[in-house]
């Protein structure tokens, strides 16, 4: 990246960050509430919190225990199990509870029934994941994928989204009109312990040569989890009730900028010796060689074949909420700071491509392209 193109690339993005900040800083809630979290202690219930505490809401905690007991002293925490060991939440009353931790339905819907007589609105965080076809655009009217034995209570790839379907069904149930049913696709930012949106910026401050995948049109779709946690407690505070998918709008990035925006990231924070260089391969020579969409190279799926629309999921209906996505720039220059503050071992990425593997892919792909077109004719 030329020095110019590099500063002009800096400055678009303090404005944009300036300009989401102004639009989208937490304000004092009309009406503070008390709310009860299911979960709380780690990535999206982080945001979540914070932001809750600031709009002066009063929030209790209701989990295990296990997770960054350290953070947030000042909410109320009860101990329990969502496997049916609820006794520390009966005869309590809170305006609305997030539940950011319901996996199985069994469990929502104990605490969805428990909790109804006491309880003005409870809002479910699900996923895109829930939608049965991703061959096709998607809005919240949607079929959601089914499962041939909905008492099957593993959570893995192939249930995970059904899972979450059959969850929502169970909060509706327990509270008619009364639930509000979020549908993030990838969510990303600091604290994101899985590293797959990660990978990007912390491969680039890696420095040298970097394996971009497909084309940089290709699209994306993610939401950075301040965002969603925006988005959470808007719709407690002005009730709205429904199903909303929540995610950067169709088209609105793509993994050329995602890449883009790492390597600017890279630069101005890690300082690598040997700055990043992105060479794109396609899509049909990754596969040839065996690296796959999402896991060796994240957040990226080539929109072919069964996942022709894996991007195309509709978010018209919460933009008409309010909904507001930051900047890609500011997402991924915010979580290469969270990243380059980890402890040592927290660094080594736990997703992406191996770097000696990406080195071979990348030698292939040029002994590959340098070949001359066979003769025809």
């Known amino acids: 990246m030329k020095r110019r193109t590099f500063l002009q690339a800096a400055a678009a993005a303090v404005g944009a960050q300036a300009s989401w900040t102004a639009a989208y800083a937490a304000q004092p809630a009309t009406r503070p509430m008390k709310i009860l979290v299911l979960g709380g202690t780690s990535f999206i219930g982080i945001p979540m919190t914070e932001l809750a505490l600031e709009r002066g809401h009063t929030l209790t905690f209701f989990n295990r ?14 101990r329990g199990d969502r496997d049916g060991q609820l006794d520390a939440l009966k005869g309590r009353k809170w305006d ?21 007589p006491n309880v003005g609105q409870y809002l479910f965080v699900s996923s895109i994941s829930a939608y049965a076809d991703f061959s096709v655009p998607r809005s919240e009217d949607s079929p959601v994928a089914k499962m041939a034995d909905e008492n099957v209570e593993k959570v893995d790839g192939a249930s995970y989204g059904p899972l979450k379907a059959l969850s929502e069904q169970a909060a509706e149930r327990a509270m008619p009109g009364r639930t509000t049913v979020l549908r993030p696709g990838l969510i990303v930012g600091p604290h994101d312990n899985t590293d797959r949106f990660t990978y990007w910026p912390a491969r680039a401050a890696r420095g040298g040569e970097l394996l971009a995948p497909g084309t940089p049109a290709d699209r994306i779709q993610v939401i950075d989890a301040r965002d969603l946690a925006a988005f959470t407690l808007d719709a407690l505070e002005r009730h709205h009730f429904g199903i909303f998918n929540v995610i950067s709008p169709p ?34 020579f990754l596969a040839e060689q065996k690296v796959a969409p999402w896991s060796d190279m994240p957040v990226w799926i080539p929109e072919q074949g069964e996942e022709a629309a894996s991007a195309g999921t ?64």
């Open 251 to 284: 088209g609105a990035f793509t993994i050329g900028k995602l890449v883009e925006d790492s390597v600017a990231a890279a630069i101005a924070l890690a300082k690598p010796s040997d700055p990043p260089r992105p060479t794109w391969v396609p899509a049909t």
């Open 96 to 116: 609305a509870v997030i539940d950011n931790s319901g996996y199985v339905p069994r469990h929502v819907r104990l605490s969805a029934e428990l909790l109804a």
């Open 314 to 377: 509709s978010v018209q209906r919460a933009l008409d909420k309010g909904l507001k996505i930051r900047p890609l720039a500011n997402t991924v220059r915010d979580t290469l700071a969270w990243h380059l503050r980890r402890p040592a071992a927290q660094q080594k990425l736990t997703t992406g491509i191996d770097p000696e593997r990406e080195r071979q892919v990348l030698a292939a792909w040029k002994t590959a392209s340098a070949r001359p077109a066979a003769a025809t004719g």
């Open 65 to 78: 225990g296990r997770t960054n007991n350290e953070l947030f002293p000042q909410v109320e925490r009860l």
